[in-house]
Protein backbone atom coordinates (compact mmCIF):
# COMPACT_ATOMS: atom_id res chain seq x y z
CA UNK A 1 0.00 0.00 0.00
CA UNK A 2 1.34 3.63 -0.46
CA UNK A 3 2.99 5.27 2.52
CA UNK A 4 -0.32 7.62 3.29
CA UNK A 5 0.44 11.41 3.58
CA UNK A 6 0.05 12.74 6.85
CA UNK A 7 -1.72 15.66 6.05
CA UNK A 8 -4.52 13.15 4.83
CA UNK A 9 -4.67 11.68 8.14
CA UNK A 10 -5.22 15.42 9.95
CA UNK A 11 -7.60 16.36 7.74
CA UNK A 12 -9.11 12.79 8.23
CA UNK A 13 -9.04 13.54 12.16
CA UNK A 14 -10.66 17.18 11.36
CA UNK A 15 -13.53 16.01 9.96
CA UNK A 16 -14.08 13.05 12.30
CA UNK A 17 -14.05 15.49 14.87
CA UNK A 18 -16.11 18.52 13.10
CA UNK A 19 -18.56 15.92 11.31
CA UNK A 20 -18.88 18.69 8.76
CA UNK A 21 -16.60 18.90 5.57
CA UNK A 22 -17.84 23.12 5.97
CA UNK A 23 -16.25 23.52 9.28
CA UNK A 24 -13.09 21.32 9.28
CA UNK A 25 -12.50 22.90 5.76
CA UNK A 26 -12.12 26.58 7.37
CA UNK A 27 -10.39 25.35 10.15
CA UNK A 28 -7.75 23.57 7.57
CA UNK A 29 -7.63 26.61 5.59
CA UNK A 30 -9.20 24.61 2.32
CA UNK A 31 -12.42 24.36 0.51
CA UNK A 32 -15.04 21.63 1.31
CA UNK A 33 -14.86 20.12 -2.24
CA UNK A 34 -11.13 19.29 -1.99
CA UNK A 35 -11.27 18.36 1.38
CA UNK A 36 -14.10 16.02 0.24
CA UNK A 37 -11.65 14.93 -2.46
CA UNK A 38 -8.75 14.25 0.00
CA UNK A 39 -11.06 12.07 1.54
CA UNK A 40 -12.15 9.75 -0.92
CA UNK A 41 -9.02 9.54 -2.15
CA UNK A 42 -7.42 8.06 1.56
CA UNK A 43 -10.82 5.50 1.63
CA UNK A 44 -9.57 4.56 -2.08
CA UNK A 45 -5.92 3.97 -0.94
CA UNK A 46 -7.01 2.06 2.45
CA UNK A 47 -9.53 0.35 1.00
CA UNK A 48 -11.92 1.12 3.32
CA UNK A 49 -14.54 3.19 4.04
CA UNK A 50 -13.88 6.26 6.76
CA UNK A 51 -16.97 8.82 7.27
CA UNK A 52 -20.93 8.12 6.19
CA UNK A 53 -21.85 10.89 4.19
CA UNK A 54 -25.27 12.30 4.09
CA UNK A 55 -26.73 15.54 3.05
CA UNK A 56 -27.10 17.19 6.24
CA UNK A 57 -23.99 15.43 8.26
CA UNK A 58 -20.68 13.43 8.09
CA UNK A 59 -19.95 10.71 11.05
CA UNK A 60 -16.91 8.20 10.77
CA UNK A 61 -17.99 4.37 10.07
CA UNK A 62 -16.62 2.09 12.84
CA UNK A 63 -13.83 2.20 11.36
CA UNK A 64 -13.33 5.66 11.19
CA UNK A 65 -13.81 5.56 14.71
CA UNK A 66 -11.09 3.07 15.23
CA UNK A 67 -8.11 5.34 13.11
CA UNK A 68 -9.44 8.55 14.91
CA UNK A 69 -8.66 7.01 18.50
CA UNK A 70 -5.69 6.06 17.11
CA UNK A 71 -4.57 9.03 15.74
CA UNK A 72 -5.73 11.81 17.92
CA UNK A 73 -2.87 11.30 21.00
CA UNK A 74 -0.38 11.13 18.00
CA UNK A 75 -1.52 14.15 16.70
CA UNK A 76 -1.85 15.68 20.22
CA UNK A 77 1.94 14.53 20.74
CA UNK A 78 3.06 15.70 17.12
CA UNK A 79 1.41 19.19 17.95
CA UNK A 80 2.75 19.62 21.11
CA UNK A 81 6.16 19.27 19.91
CA UNK A 82 6.18 21.57 17.63
CA UNK A 83 4.60 23.99 19.84
CA UNK A 84 7.75 23.60 21.58
CA UNK A 85 9.75 24.40 19.35
CA UNK A 86 8.59 28.51 19.45
CA UNK A 87 10.23 28.65 23.04
CA UNK A 88 13.33 27.93 20.98
CA UNK A 89 12.80 31.38 19.23
CA UNK A 90 14.08 34.67 20.70
CA UNK A 91 10.75 35.85 21.42
CA UNK A 92 7.18 34.18 22.41
CA UNK A 93 5.35 33.18 19.42
CA UNK A 94 1.69 31.21 18.61
CA UNK A 95 -1.73 30.77 18.15
CA UNK A 96 -3.75 31.00 21.34
CA UNK A 97 -7.71 30.07 20.53
CA UNK A 98 -9.82 31.03 22.71
CA UNK A 99 -14.12 30.93 23.28
CA UNK A 100 -16.11 33.37 24.90
CA UNK A 101 -19.23 35.38 24.66
CA UNK A 102 -19.51 38.41 22.94
CA UNK A 103 -20.37 40.38 26.38
CA UNK A 104 -16.63 39.21 28.18
CA UNK A 105 -14.58 39.63 24.56
CA UNK A 106 -15.76 43.31 24.37
CA UNK A 107 -15.96 44.89 27.77
CA UNK A 108 -12.92 42.75 29.30
CA UNK A 109 -10.72 40.32 26.93
CA UNK A 110 -10.62 42.87 24.05
CA UNK A 111 -9.60 45.77 25.58
CA UNK A 112 -6.60 43.94 27.27
CA UNK A 113 -5.19 42.06 23.99
CA UNK A 114 -5.30 44.49 22.17
CA UNK A 115 -2.03 46.04 23.75
CA UNK A 116 -0.69 42.30 23.34
CA UNK A 117 -1.12 41.64 20.02
CA UNK A 118 0.79 45.27 19.70
CA UNK A 119 3.65 44.52 21.61
CA UNK A 120 4.32 40.58 20.64
CA UNK A 121 3.98 40.74 16.49
CA UNK A 122 4.61 37.00 16.84
CA UNK A 123 1.59 35.98 18.58
CA UNK A 124 -1.71 35.36 17.42
CA UNK A 125 -4.77 35.08 19.20
CA UNK A 126 -8.10 33.75 17.34
CA UNK A 127 -11.63 35.04 19.51
CA UNK A 128 -14.27 32.49 18.96
CA UNK A 129 -17.81 33.95 20.71
CA UNK A 130 -20.25 31.15 21.64
CA UNK A 131 -22.65 31.02 25.00
CA UNK A 132 -22.40 27.16 24.55
CA UNK A 133 -20.39 25.56 27.42
CA UNK A 134 -17.51 24.48 25.46
CA UNK A 135 -15.44 21.24 25.91
CA UNK A 136 -12.26 23.17 25.42
CA UNK A 137 -9.95 20.33 25.05
CA UNK A 138 -12.10 18.12 22.60
CA UNK A 139 -12.64 21.55 20.56
CA UNK A 140 -8.66 22.02 21.15
CA UNK A 141 -8.70 25.79 22.59
CA UNK A 142 -6.23 26.62 24.48
CA UNK A 143 -8.70 28.23 26.85
CA UNK A 144 -12.03 29.97 27.38
CA UNK A 145 -14.00 32.60 28.90
CA UNK A 146 -16.73 31.75 31.49
CA UNK A 147 -18.38 32.82 34.83
CA UNK A 148 -16.91 31.41 37.92
CA UNK A 149 -20.16 29.66 38.53
CA UNK A 150 -20.21 27.61 34.75
CA UNK A 151 -16.75 26.23 35.00
CA UNK A 152 -16.09 22.53 35.40
CA UNK A 153 -14.15 21.85 38.74
CA UNK A 154 -11.22 19.52 36.75
CA UNK A 155 -10.37 23.18 34.87
CA UNK A 156 -8.13 25.70 36.20
CA UNK A 157 -10.21 29.22 36.37
CA UNK A 158 -8.67 32.38 36.82
CA UNK A 159 -10.41 35.75 37.40
CA UNK A 160 -10.13 37.90 34.62
CA UNK A 161 -12.43 41.11 36.47
CA UNK A 162 -14.87 41.27 39.52
CA UNK A 163 -17.97 40.24 40.27
CA UNK A 164 -21.12 40.60 37.89
CA UNK A 165 -24.54 41.72 38.17
CA UNK A 166 -27.69 41.50 36.08
CA UNK A 167 -30.26 44.24 35.30
CA UNK A 168 -33.73 43.97 33.97
CA UNK A 169 -33.93 47.64 31.52
CA UNK A 170 -36.35 49.09 29.83
CA UNK A 171 -36.43 52.70 27.57
CA UNK A 172 -38.44 55.50 30.07
CA UNK A 173 -40.90 55.41 26.69
CA UNK A 174 -41.62 51.42 27.48
CA UNK A 175 -42.51 52.62 31.20
CA UNK A 176 -44.94 55.92 29.56
CA UNK A 177 -47.03 53.33 28.49
CA UNK A 178 -46.50 50.32 31.22
CA UNK A 179 -46.66 50.09 34.90
CA UNK A 180 -43.07 49.25 36.32
CA UNK A 181 -42.81 45.83 37.30
CA UNK A 182 -42.79 45.90 41.43
CA UNK A 183 -42.00 42.02 41.60
CA UNK A 184 -40.30 39.71 38.79
CA UNK A 185 -43.64 37.84 39.12
CA UNK A 186 -45.19 41.26 37.02
CA UNK A 187 -42.52 40.39 33.89
CA UNK A 188 -45.14 37.68 33.25
CA UNK A 189 -47.64 40.67 31.84
CA UNK A 190 -44.71 42.16 30.20
CA UNK A 191 -43.45 42.28 26.77
CA UNK A 192 -39.63 40.89 27.40
CA UNK A 193 -37.28 40.42 24.92
CA UNK A 194 -36.02 36.85 25.32
CA UNK A 195 -32.94 35.04 25.19
CA UNK A 196 -32.15 31.45 23.87
CA UNK A 197 -29.35 29.95 24.92
CA UNK A 198 -27.97 26.43 23.95
CA UNK A 199 -26.35 25.98 27.41
CA UNK A 200 -30.09 26.82 28.73
CA UNK A 201 -31.85 23.96 26.35
CA UNK A 202 -34.36 26.56 25.11
CA UNK A 203 -35.01 29.99 25.87
CA UNK A 204 -33.57 30.92 29.40
CA UNK A 205 -35.62 31.91 32.26
CA UNK A 206 -34.33 34.70 34.16
CA UNK A 207 -33.07 34.30 37.62
CA UNK A 208 -33.56 36.79 40.64
CA UNK A 209 -32.67 36.14 44.56
CA UNK A 210 -34.36 37.33 47.34
CA UNK A 211 -33.68 36.68 51.07
CA UNK A 212 -31.20 33.76 50.40
CA UNK A 213 -33.83 32.03 47.94
CA UNK A 214 -33.23 31.61 44.54
CA UNK A 215 -35.91 31.63 41.49
CA UNK A 216 -36.88 32.22 37.94
CA UNK A 217 -39.42 33.43 35.74
CA UNK A 218 -40.39 32.39 32.43
CA UNK A 219 -41.00 35.93 30.61
CA UNK A 220 -42.66 35.57 26.91
CA UNK A 221 -42.32 38.74 24.62
CA UNK A 222 -42.24 38.94 20.61
CA UNK A 223 -38.59 39.36 20.46
CA UNK A 224 -35.74 36.86 21.02
CA UNK A 225 -32.11 36.60 20.10
CA UNK A 226 -29.17 34.05 20.91
CA UNK A 227 -27.10 37.39 22.64
CA UNK A 228 -26.99 40.03 24.42
CA UNK A 229 -26.15 42.99 22.02
CA UNK A 230 -29.20 43.18 20.00
CA UNK A 231 -31.39 42.88 23.24
CA UNK A 232 -29.80 46.34 24.42
CA UNK A 233 -30.49 47.35 20.69
CA UNK A 234 -34.12 46.02 21.23
CA UNK A 235 -34.62 47.85 24.59
CA UNK A 236 -33.55 51.16 23.87
CA UNK A 237 -35.40 50.98 20.75
CA UNK A 238 -38.43 51.02 23.79
CA UNK A 239 -39.62 47.59 22.81
CA UNK A 240 -39.50 46.11 25.69
CA UNK A 241 -37.87 45.03 28.83
CA UNK A 242 -34.86 43.25 28.61
CA UNK A 243 -32.06 41.28 31.57
CA UNK A 244 -28.70 42.06 30.91
CA UNK A 245 -25.21 42.37 31.93
CA UNK A 246 -25.48 45.98 33.85
CA UNK A 247 -22.19 46.64 32.57
CA UNK A 248 -23.68 46.80 29.08
CA UNK A 249 -26.46 48.88 30.39
CA UNK A 250 -24.41 50.87 32.19
CA UNK A 251 -23.86 53.50 29.81
CA UNK A 252 -27.25 54.14 29.09
CA UNK A 253 -28.37 54.09 32.41
CA UNK A 254 -26.14 56.71 33.48
CA UNK A 255 -27.44 58.31 30.07
CA UNK A 256 -30.92 57.89 30.94
CA UNK A 257 -32.06 56.39 27.64
CA UNK A 258 -32.26 53.00 30.12
CA UNK A 259 -34.22 52.35 33.53
CA UNK A 260 -33.33 49.90 35.66
CA UNK A 261 -36.24 47.97 37.95
CA UNK A 262 -36.04 44.75 40.49
CA UNK A 263 -32.46 45.72 41.72
CA UNK A 264 -32.98 44.54 44.78
CA UNK A 265 -33.55 41.17 43.25
CA UNK A 266 -30.49 41.00 41.52
CA UNK A 267 -27.63 40.37 44.00
CA UNK A 268 -23.55 40.27 42.80
CA UNK A 269 -22.48 36.66 41.56
CA UNK A 270 -19.21 35.27 41.04
CA UNK A 271 -17.53 37.22 37.54
CA UNK A 272 -15.48 36.33 34.23
CA UNK A 273 -12.90 33.94 34.70
CA UNK A 274 -9.94 32.21 32.52
CA UNK A 275 -10.33 28.81 32.96
CA UNK A 276 -7.70 26.29 30.99
CA UNK A 277 -6.85 22.13 31.15
CA UNK A 278 -4.00 21.25 33.50
CA UNK A 279 -1.28 21.11 31.95
CA UNK A 280 2.99 20.55 33.00
CA UNK A 281 3.88 22.88 30.66
CA UNK A 282 2.36 26.03 29.69
CA UNK A 283 3.18 27.74 26.00
CA UNK A 284 4.44 31.15 26.41
CA UNK A 285 2.26 32.72 23.75
CA UNK A 286 -0.92 31.43 27.01
CA UNK A 287 1.25 32.87 29.30
CA UNK A 288 1.44 35.97 28.20
CA UNK A 289 -2.56 36.22 27.35
CA UNK A 290 -3.09 34.87 31.23
CA UNK A 291 -0.73 37.38 32.73
CA UNK A 292 -2.39 40.18 30.72
CA UNK A 293 -6.18 38.54 31.45
CA UNK A 294 -5.36 37.81 35.39
CA UNK A 295 -7.88 40.25 37.17
CA UNK A 296 -5.73 42.54 39.99
CA UNK A 297 -8.50 44.08 42.56
CA UNK A 298 -8.41 48.11 42.95
CA UNK A 299 -9.21 50.04 45.56
CA UNK A 300 -12.72 51.05 42.99
CA UNK A 301 -13.72 47.23 43.31
CA UNK A 302 -14.10 47.37 47.11
Not at 135 to 141: G, K, M, P, Q, T
Request: aromatic letters at 8%; glycine letters at 8%.
Amino acid sequence: MPRTNLNDLAAFAAVARERSFTRAAVGLGVSPSALSHTMRLLEERLGVRLLARTTRSVTPTPAGERLLLALEPRIEEIEAELRSLTELRDKPAGVVRLTLDDYSLGQTVWPRMRPVLEAYPDISVEFITDYALTDIVAERFDGGVRLGGLIDKDMIAVPIGPDERMAVVAAPAYFRDHAAPLVPADLTQHNCIQLRLKTQGGVYAWEFERSGRDFRVRVQGQAMFNSSPPMLAAALDGFGIAYLPRGLAEPHLQGGQLVEVLGDWLPPFSGYHLYYPSRRQMAPAFAIVLNALRYRSSAADK
